[in-house]
């Protein structure tokens, strides 16, 4: 084990001298994913919740599509289904886009995670209390004031501990990057593997950092908590 070690190392945590690896990539897909996800979540949330069915509606069906179906099957469509239409192939920027398996794959990741994370937030905002909603109104607060300054703030707090579940998950799922040639963790524990024919060790050492990983994103969540849901803890 210290031999292997010692000799991938740096592959396991940043670089295998030509590219980001490792610990680095599966880093990197998960913030990107998960901050482009929950931005565009928050929007697609308040259309959720919306009395307006030709608003909610094509909502709904983006995250029951993305929801019901897995993420490795939404990855291959990704990365090896669209780049066989003419409409892709035919059109220069989605052609480069589509080459490229890094890109397939935060595409992937960052819809996938905006599904589940817009059905949070919306469970959330539905959750704010009305007599809340209503002492706003009574204030004279236009709707853009209400979301921005009640609905938002109080729904984006309770629903960080069920947000930080998601997170972790998508931890998890970023293990699935090796699928479309991603040099993730995952990727380079495989790649270990077919090198020193010593599965235990390159698998259990990517299990250790994953375990740090989600250590790490656990604390910052845990604190985050105790930030902002005090005036709900118990005493």
């Known amino acids: ?99 490229s398996g890094l890109n397939c794959t935060l595409l992937a990741f960052t819809l996938n995670t905006c599904a589940y994370t817009t059905e949070i937030f919306a469970g959330a905002i539905r959750a704010v209390p009305h007599g809340e909603i209503e002492a706003a109104r009574a204030y004279g607060f236009s709707t853009f004031k209400l979301y921005r300054c009640i609905i938002l703030p109080s729904a984006l707090r309770t629903a960080l501990p069920v947000y930080s579940n998601e997170v972790i998950l998508m931890l998890h799922s970023t293990a699935l990057a090796f699928t479309a040639t991603v040099p993730d963790l995952l990727k380079v524990a495989r790649d270990i593997n077919s090198a020193t024919y010593q599965p235990f060790t390159a698998f259990g050492l990517a299990a250790v950092l994953y375990l740090i990983i989600s250590y790490v994103l656990i604390s910052l969540f845990r604190a985050a908590e105790r930030r902002w849901l005090a005036h709900i803890a118990p005493h």
């Open 1 to 99: 084990m210290i031999d292997i070690i010692q000799e991938y190392w740096k592959a396991l945590l940043w670089s295998d001298g030509y590219r980001i690896t490792g610990v680095a990539m599966t880093l990197w897909l998960l913030i990107i994913s998960v901050v482009l996800g929950g931005c565009l979540a928050v929007l697609l949330a308040i259309a959720r919740v919306s009395p307006n069915r030709f608003i909610s509606l094509p909502v709904w069906l983006f995250t029951y599509v993305f929801r019901g179906t897995p993420l490795y099957v939404q990855l291959l469509v990704f990365y090896s289904g669209m780049y066989t239409l003419e409409v892709v192939k035919g059109t220069e920027l989605l052609n480069a886009f589509f080459r």
